[in-house]
C-alpha cells in the first residue's frame, strides 16, 4: 500500500509482544517516516487519535462483534475489515468494506477505501452508527429476535452447552452496553 500511495502514512496504536518485530520492519523498508507507532493509547484518547486518519484497518482472523470497527467509523473513518466472524453484519457496505483474511484481499480493500475516503462525511457516519446503535434501535432488533426465537421449532440442546450459551450471551451484552456508553 505504501509503495503504491505515497500520500498514505500509517497511525498504528497499541502494544503488544509483537512490537519489536514490527519496528524492524519498519526500519527494514525504511518507512520510519511513514509509519508512526503510538504504542498503547489511553481508552480517553482514542477518539482524537482515529480523527486524524481517513480509513480504518481490521485485518483479524477471527472476531465475533469488533467495537474497535464501530468506533473508527463513529469517528468518520472508512473501515475496511476481514470478513470473519460477526464483522459482517455490524454495518453497511458505504461505511465498512470486507475483505478476505489474507494480505492480498486486504490491501486491495485498503486501497479502494482509500480512493473513496474523501467522500465520507464524519458527522453524518456518527449519527449514523449513533441511531444504528440507539437503545431503540438495539431493542427492537433483539426483540425480533426474541419473536422469531419463539416461532421457531425448539431445538435441543445439551445441557453440555448451556454453560457456553450463556457465556456468549454475557459477552453480547456486555459488548452492548459498552459500545453504547463509548457513543454517548
Known amino acids: 500500500i505504501l509503495r503504491e500511495r505515497p500520500d498514505v502514512t500509517v ?4 502494544d503488544g509482544p509483537l512490537r519489536v518485530d514490527l519496528e524492524e520492519m519498519v526500519e527494514a523498508h525504511r518507512f520510519e517516516s511513514r ?22 484497518l481490521n485485518s483479524s482472523r477471527t472476531e465475533a462483534f469488533c467495537m474497535a470497527v464501530l ?15 460477526g ?8 461505511m465498512l468494506l470486507l ?11 485498503a486501497l479502494h477505501a482509500l480512493d473513496t475516503c474523501m467522500e465520507v462525511d464524519p ?4 449519527s449514523r452508527v449513533a441511531r444504528y446503535y440507539s437503545w431503540s434501535d438495539v431493542t427492537d432488533r433483539t426483540v425480533k429476535v426474541y419473536e422469531r426465537c419463539l416461532q ?5 440442546v445439551q445441557a453440555s452447552f448451556l454453560p457456553f450459551i450463556l457465556v456468549v ?11 453504547l456508553l463509548w457513543l454517548f
Open 35 to 56: 509509519i508512526k507507532l503510538l504504542g498503547a493509547i489511553p481508552h480517553t484518547q482514542i477518539p482524537a487519535v482515529l480523527q486524524q486518519g481517513h480509513v480504518f
Open 87 to 94: 464483522v459482517p453484519e455490524i454495518l453497511p457496505p458505504d
Open 99 to 109: 475483505a478476505e483474511p489474507n494480505s492480498k484481499a486486504i490491501a486491495e480493500a
Open 123 to 126: 458527522a453524518s457516519f456518527h
Open 11 to 14: 497511525i498504528i496504536a497499541g
Open 169 to 179: 450471551i454475557h459477552r453480547l451484552i456486555a459488548s452492548w452496553i459498552q459500545l
Open 152 to 156: 421457531a421449532k425448539p431445538l435441543r
Open 71 to 85: 468506533e473508527a467509523v463513529s469517528c468518520g473513518l472508512k473501515a475496511v475489515s476481514t470478513n470473519v466472524g
